[in-house]
């Protein structure tokens, strides 16, 4: 296969799993939540189950008009929802589902990973400060507040596996791993579920879009497509997260008929851990902001340092 196809057919690989991927992770909390909380919705969309709910709320989404507010920037109104998307896009590309089955190989793909999903906040942020509204405004600095708390402990996180490892390549932490990496790497894996739940906003953790404080946030003046953008990177950042949970903690494609299905077992990982995300928004209450804090600086923040100092001593002793 010539190198210029091959780039042709991983960048479309990449293009079908980032629209495909979020979708079916939107459909599955719609439903899961419906039966955790016995209010079932609409059924009849697409017959069983209504399972085409979603393709007609996309629908209605396309269908809703595009208003700009007269008072924003926009330019910069109109650019947010892409700055959201887009790096999620980018991060899946370096995330290995298998040994051969990743569309951008990079030695560095744990940073690669972490500094692009990093960028998506600035669509948060623009979004916010374009708007011309005092409520988008202060969700979006409830978001860079976010960002600040809970980029430190996921990075740490992170840290600490590659430092075991010896690696910062995903496919090779893969490779290595063994199933009591987990257990010594737990206090590490709760850190990073909570800081990247943290990091997509969702609740527990929903401040920024608190809809009975700040009606919805840096969102509240989208219509339309650009707003279903803005759901639709809340969905490809469960994807990426969950993804990467599983390569770090859960050993990607490691699993029986790893060689010839590998890339089935990352994706079930990754479904369980994104099921997981789900029942996090059921289950719990939304924090204040002061609670949000406390907990990034007082609790994942120190455990997260313990678990680097536990790893690195475990790297020198038995390696």
């Not at 500094?115 to 998506?120: D, H, I, M, N």
Request: hydrophobic share 60%.
């Amino acid at each position: 296969m010539t190198q210029p196809l091959e780039v042709v057919l991983r960048a479309v690989g990449v293009l079908a799993a980032f629209l495909v991927l979020p979708l079916l992770v939107g459909q599955t909390e719609h439903k899961v939540m419906a039966h955790m909380q016995g209010r079932l919705g609409p059924m009849y969309a697409g017959g069983f189950h209504g399972w085409a709910q979603l393709v007609a709320d996309g629908v209605k989404f396309v269908q809703k008009e595009d208003i700009t507010p007269a008072a924003a920037d926009r330019s910069v109104f109109r650019f947010a929802p892409a700055v959201a998307l887009v790096p999620y896009l980018v991060a899946l590309a370096v995330i290995p589902l298998s040994p051969s089955v990743v569309a951008a190989p990079t030695n560095a793909s744990a940073v690669f990973v972490l500094a692009a999903t990093a960028v998506g906040i600035l669509g948060t942020l623009m979004a916010g400060w374009a708007s011309a509204n005092k409520y988008s405004l202060l969700g979006a600095m409830r978001s860079a507040a976010q960002l600040l708390a809970y980029e430190l402990p996921l990075v740490l996180a992170v840290a600490s596996v590659c430092l075991a490892a010896g690696t910062l390549s995903l496919r090779v932490i893969a490779l290595d791993w063994q199933p009591w990496w987990l257990l010594w790497q737990l206090p590490g894996a709760i850190v990073f579920l909570v800081a990247a739940v943290a990091e997509l906003q969702r609740p527990p953790f929903d401040m920024p879009v608190a809809d009975s404080e700040i009606v919805f946030g840096p969102y509240t003046e989208y219509t339309g497509l650009r707003f279903a953008f803005f759901l639709l990177s809340e969905y490809a950042g469960i994807v990426v997260m969950s993804l990467l949970f599983a390569v770090l903690y859960l050993g990607g494609w490691q699993g029986p008929w790893g060689e010839q299905v590998g890339w089935i077992w990352t994706l079930l990982k990754g479904f369980a851990v994104a099921v997981l995300i789900i029942w996090l928004r059921v289950a719990w209450p939304r924090l204040r902001e002061d609670q949000l804090q406390r907990l990034a600086w007082l609790v994942l923040v120190p455990m997260a340092l313990a678990q680097l100092a536990v790893t690195a001593v475990g790297v020198v002793m038995f390696e």
